[in-house]
């Protein structure tokens, strides 16, 4: 009975141990106080940025200034994302989080986009935001959205379609966290009509039911210049 017990004990310790390699965060934890993103170009590739020397880290590498300035919206979305990830900010290196400033004009949007790497959770300081995002195929792509207002929050998880819209009559503005030192952003629409090289034309007629010409089209419209 005694071995019995002792079997299935060891048989949980396992079960847990394997259970938690695969609850774990996308960034790995720092292995040591901090490690300062450091501006050398080499042959050495590592997951993240390599480390600075400690002994040559000051306050000014974990410090980052500008974000209570309100970007230019004069493109055609109408909106300016302003991300401040461990390529701006070396000292975010190894810490696993990031965030944005999302300015908004009147009638403008962040459009449909994943940030393959972390989940998202914004807070609106001005205006008035459409925000959603669509569920996974196994949960019939359902659409969660919601009007925030000024102190409101919504968070998206990590690799879903969302989006940001300002409904308002005034400018919006946003700030947003990610549970990454570089997120990524993968913009549906650029992503699909926009690629190089191209996805092939049938791929995408059959795939949005289109019209081969209407894809052309839309080539142009998300493609890079072709001057």
Same mark, same amino acid.
């Given at each position: 009975?005694?071995?019995?017990?002792?079997?299935?004990l060891?048989t949980?310790?396992?079960l847990?141990a394997?259970?938690?390699?695969?609850?774990?965060?996308?960034?790995?934890?720092?292995?040591?106080d901090f490690c300062v993103?450091a501006?050398?170009?080499?042959?050495v590739f590592?997951?993240?940025?390599?480390c600075?020397?400690?002994k040559?880290?000051t306050a000014?590498?974990?410090s980052?200034s500008?974000?209570?300035i309100?970007?230019?919206?004069t493109?055609?979305?109408g909106?300016n994302?302003?991300t401040?990830d461990?390529?701006? !900010?070396? =000292?975010l290196?190894?810490?696993?989080?990031?965030?944005? &400033?999302l300015?908004? +004009?009147?009638g @403008?949007?962040?459009p449909p986009h994943i940030?393959?790497?972390?989940s998202?959770?914004?807070?609106v300081?001005?205006?008035?935001?459409?925000?959603?995002?669509v569920s996974?195929?196994?949960?019939?792509?359902r659409l969660?959205?919601?009007?925030?207002?000024?102190?409101?929050?919504f968070v998206f998880?990590i690799?879903?379609?969302?989006?940001?819209?300002?409904?308002?009559?005034?400018?919006?503005?946003? !700030?947003? =966290?990610?549970?990454?030192?570089?997120?990524g952003?993968? &913009?549906i629409a650029d +992503?699909?009509? @926009?690629?190089n090289?191209?996805?092939?034309?049938?791929?995408?007629?059959?795939?949005?039911?289109l019209?081969v010409?209407?894809?052309?089209?839309?080539?142009i419209?998300f493609?890079?210049?072709?001057?």
């Amino acid at each position: 009975m005694m071995e019995l017990l002792l079997r299935l004990l060891v048989t949980q310790v396992i079960l847990l141990a394997l259970s938690s390699s695969f609850v774990s965060c996308y960034d790995p934890h720092p292995l040591q106080d901090f490690c300062v993103a450091a501006n050398k170009t080499n042959e050495v590739f590592v997951n993240g940025k390599i480390c600075k020397d400690p002994k040559s880290v000051t306050a000014n590498d974990f410090s980052y200034s500008g974000l209570n300035i309100a970007r230019n919206t004069t493109n055609f979305l109408g909106s300016n994302v302003t991300t401040v990830d461990v390529n701006k !900010f070396p =000292g975010l290196n190894t810490l696993g989080v990031s965030l944005a &400033r999302l300015d908004f +004009a009147q009638g @403008g949007q962040n459009p449909p986009h994943i940030h393959p790497r972390a989940s998202e959770i914004v807070m609106v300081t001005k205006g008035k935001l459409l925000v959603g995002f669509v569920s996974s195929n196994q949960d019939s792509n359902r659409l969660f959205s919601k009007v925030l207002k000024r102190g409101d929050v919504f968070v998206f998880p990590i690799g879903l379609i969302h989006f940001q819209m300002n409904v308002g009559r005034t400018r919006a503005v946003a !700030f947003a =966290g990610f549970g990454s030192q570089n997120p990524g952003t993968i &913009r549906i629409a650029d +992503a699909v009509f @926009g690629s190089n090289p191209s996805i092939p034309r049938e791929v995408l007629a059959k795939a949005f039911q289109l019209d081969v010409k209407l894809v052309r089209f839309l080539r142009i419209v998300f493609g890079p210049p072709l001057w």
